[in-house]
């Protein structure tokens, strides 16, 4: 029997699954594409700081956002993962006025996460900061998931 791979979801995936905005079609369509195809190969989590940025923030149909995440499996919160995001945000690896991106990590790498999915390609999925992440994880003996968009994690087929 195999095990199915983790993923962590951060605010952005849960919200372009209901979203509607002519702005963000192809990030909509390729979360829904995901969402649909795919997400029944991994094992999906989320933490606190994901329901909270999305009950807390304006999004276009929150109320659906919020029920989906509410079906979905939570991280327990950890005093670890604070203090591993405050080490993220003295290291400059994330900016410090966007905390939730810091506590998405730290909450992927602490729980060992396969993959980070994420559309947040400025502060996370970002190939400019993934050698960054790998060393301050690796000071502070953590795992480092893949941060990846959703485009990036499909089934490959022949």
Known sequence: MTTKRTVY???TIPS???DKRES???YIET????WDTERHNFDIWVSQETVTELRQGNYPNQQ???ECVSQLQLLSPNQQITKIAQVYLDNYLMPRVLKGDALHLA????YKMDFLLTWNCNHLANANKKQ???IINTRLKLFTPEIVTPSQLFTETM
């Open 107 to 110: 909450y992927a790498s602490f």
């Open 31 to 34: 979360t829904q594409a995901w």
């Open 9 to 11: 979801l951060d605010t």
């Open 132 to 134: 960054h992440i790998s």
């Open 64 to 66: 659906e956002i919020l």
């Open 16 to 18: 372009y699954l209901f």
């Open 24 to 26: 963000t079609k192809t």
